[in-house]
């Protein structure tokens, strides 16, 4: 038997609780992990909420993050003891995930846990830090650099956006913080922001084109946020998407496309293929700083995960937040 927090939708309704749960509540795989850590992103807050349809199976143990050690192997990359991380692969939305105190799943899902980190901060990086370093790396693909101007991050004081501001400034590039609480100013200040402005300039419909101002951005926003975002970013500047936290829509025109030479790239952490997450986490190891991490991070106990899910949904929690799933 094991805890985990389990998500049913029957004739009673959508609910969330956390249960005893026995080995049948594991999805299949090659491998069994013991979990030591989880995470709380955005998307599970959604699955576990139930304000939007992340689930597809049920009952669904959610949690598309954990960081554990291996527990018994029939796959060639793994044997018991290895450390390993897991984000994505549809874990926690069709496969039982990582909220939870074990896990089976297929071993190619997974990737070692880089020498650098502990299972708690792999964690306190989670998918979110790793979808913030895709994106850096999107940027970097497409030639920007720090001398090509400003960066602009939205949803900065979301795991995404707060791993990003920090990643950005550490690399040497001007991070201008966008936010709805700008009561926060001094902690974005504190990740490395150079300047932090209120997201409303940016939630409303725009112009299809504004005045130039950003080389680069990551947005973990879209709708209105996004195309105005696009409308005003620099000649061949390039806007990275990977959020939908105002919304799926985007409302644009292709005026910045084709008149600015915008690039509009899109960031997916779920499916992205293994060489690029090892990328990624190797990069995390050398760009992002430990101690501001330290100041991007929570800790709960899995108990504690039904009432953070709500109140993560309803953007009043900053930063990230570490499920401790044996406690």
Known sequence: MFKGILIQKDDAGYRAALQELDDS???????????????????????????????RRFPMIPGIDMAGTVEHSNHPDYRPGDAVVLNGW????????????????????????????????????????????????????????????????????????????????????????STGRVEEADYLKSLGAAEIIDRAQFSEPGRPLGKERWAGAVDTVGSHTLANVCAT???????????????????????????????????????CPRPERLVAWERLATDLDMAKLDLITREIALGDVIEAAGQLVQGRIRGRVVVDVNR
């Not at 509540?25 to 998307?43: E, F, I, P, R």
């Not at 998407?241 to 030479?261: E, H, K, N, S, Y």
Request: proline letters at 4%.
């Open 233 to 271: 970013a620099r000649y061949r500047g390039v806007v990275t998407a990977c959020g939908l936290a105002q919304g799926m829509d985007l409302p644009a025109t292709v005026a910045p496309f084709i008149l600015r030479g915008v690039t509009l790239a899109g960031i997916d952490s779920v499916m």
């Open 25 to 55: 509540a594991l999805g299949d795989g090659d491998v069994t992990v013991q979990v030591g850590y989880s995470t709380l992103n955005y998307k599970d807050g959604l699955a576990i909420t139930g304000k939007g349809p992340v689930v």
């Open 90 to 177: 549809g874990v926690g939305e069709v496969h039982p995930g990582g909220l939870a105190q074990r896990i089976r799943l297929k071993g190619d899902w997974l990737v070692p846990l880089p020498a650098a980190f502990s299972a708690r901060q792999a964690m306190a990086i989670g998918t979110a830090g790793y979808t913030a370093m895709l994106c850096v790396l999107a940027l970097e693909r497409f030639g920007v650099t720090p001398d090509h101007g400003e960066i602009l991050v939205t949803g900065a004081n979301g795991g995404v956006g707060s791993v990003a501001v920090a990643v950005l400034a550490r690399l040497g590039f001007t991070v201008v913080a």
